[in-house]
């Protein structure tokens, strides 16, 4: 197990010199179109759990008015 470790780190101290720069934090702006695109990304995200939620009611309303075919029903634990 040293000696995995020994590697690991040999490798680690060769190749972090290749690895990329961190930008300095004056160099990294959000902006509002980042803000724009992460709020759009938000409605949208509760919008299609919205929509899920209502077709999920909707085929467990029509599963239990027995539209379906009873003998392929599948929740027979909840019966």
Do not use: Y
């Not at 759009?40 to 929509?51: C, Y």
């Not at 085929?59 to 599948?74: I, T």
Request: proline fraction near 8%; hydrophobic fraction near 50%; charged fraction near 25%.
């Amino acid at each position: 197990m040293n000696q995995l470790i020994l590697t690991l780190d040999l490798w680690v101290s060769l190749l972090a010199p290749l690895r990329d720069k961190v930008p300095a934090p004056e160099d990294v702006k959000a902006g509002w179109l980042a803000l724009g695109i992460f709020v759009a990304l938000a409605v949208a995200v509760a919008l299609l759990g919205v929509s899920l939620t209502r077709h999920l009611r909707k085929a467990r309303d029509n599963a239990d008015a027995g539209v379906f075919d009873p003998s392929e029903d599948p929740r027979p634990h909840l019966r």
